[in-house]
């Protein structure tokens, strides 16, 4: 199988982070973390990454800002996943779907790795 050369993720729950990051390694050779949407970009100011995974409630910047600031930076080439299980009405409604593969519902790994699956095999 495949494999992404990099996959960034990005939880503000630090045992979230761990756990995946360990379950991620089986797609990607280096998965990188960021606690927040800021600390992400920092992340993408250093390395490129083949797919990005987020959550959506996090501070000081959240998944939509995140988002919104990774299209600012025309980063719309790299896969972009929310792994939620938080997410608001009123936060999904300010996310540009069209630049979303998917939004996955925590915990479930299984479909998180279904959609990593149909992106790894586009």
């Known amino acids: 199988m495949a494999k992404f050369k990099s996959i960034l993720l990005v939880d503000d729950e630090k045992e979230v982070l761990e756990v995946l990051k360990e379950l991620l390694e089986e797609y990607s050779d280096d998965v990188l973390t960021a606690l927040n949407g800021q600390q992400a970009l920092e992340v993408l100011d250093r390395a490129r990454v083949e797919c990005i995974i987020s959550d959506i409630n ?17 980063l719309t080439d ?9 997410g608001t009405e009123e936060q999904l409604r300010s996310i540009d779907l069209s630049k979303v593969k998917a939004i996955v519902r925590k915990p479930s790994f299984a479909n998180l790795e279904k959609e990593l699956l149909k992106i790894m095999d586009a």
Do not use: Q
């Open 58 to 74: 996090m501070a000081p910047i959240n998944g939509p800002e995140f988002l919104k600031r990774v299209i600012e930076r025309n």
């Open 78 to 86: 790299i896969p972009f996943l929310f792994y939620t299980a938080h």
